[in-house]
């Protein structure tokens, strides 16, 4: 009965010490971007960058800006060196919003999404690319996993370990 007692006791103990964990708030994070997020722009920029506060990987990296009118001002691949993953722009076009949306893969091997926006208010002219089709659907709230099920499982895996335990001792 004591056995019983340690291993409830220790289970006990694995689901309190679960029950505060949170997700974990590591992840890469934009520290600064160019242009800057909401700058007013008379001229348009050549390229542009989000750095973070960590080095991206290479592969699998997305980066488009899209204009006012719905079409890609983005061209070619993106460029990531160390923490920068960058793009360069055709000249730009009509006046208005420009959204650079991201997705880059940080050393740790999450995926960052997210994007910016910069406005135009002389109007360039320059040709659009093709109409922009979205990198990913925005995350919504939930989409995490939750963690509940692997503080059972972990439970689970206790008790049946430390009944097992019990069992082969007597």
């Known amino acids: 009965m004591n056995r019983f ?3 409830l006791i220790a289970v006990a103990f694995v689901v309190l010490s679960l029950a505060g964990a949170g997700p974990a708030s590591a992840h890469a994070t934009v520290i600064a971007t160019d242009p800057a997020d909401n700058a007013t722009l008379s001229e ?3 390229r542009v ?3 973070f506060n960590e080095t991206m990987q290479p592969a699998f990296a997305a980066m488009t800006v899209v204009g006012p009118d719905g ?3 983005s061209t070619g691949a993106p460029q ?3 923490a920068v993953v960058a793009v360069e722009l055709r000249p730009l076009g009509p006046t208005g919003t420009y959204t650079v949306n991201y ?3 940080s050393a740790d091997g999450h995926v960052v999404t997210g994007s910016w926006k910069f406005e135009l208010t002389v109007a360039g002219t320059g040709t659009p690319g093709p109409s922009a089709a979205p990198l990913a659907p ?3 709230p939930g989409d995490d996993l939750p963690v509940w099920p692997f503080i059972v499982g972990a439970c689970v895996a206790v008790g049946a370990g430390a009944w097992w335990a019990a ?3 007597t």
Request: aromatic share 4%; charged share 20%.
């Open 103 to 105: 997705r880059a893969t």
């Open 44 to 46: 348009a920029p050549a």
């Open 71 to 73: 079409n890609l001002w």
């Open 167 to 169: 069992r082969r001792r």
């Open 138 to 140: 925005p995350p919504q």
């Open 80 to 82: 990531v060196q160390d």
């Open 5 to 7: 007692a340690a291993a």
């Open 49 to 51: 960058s989000a750095t």
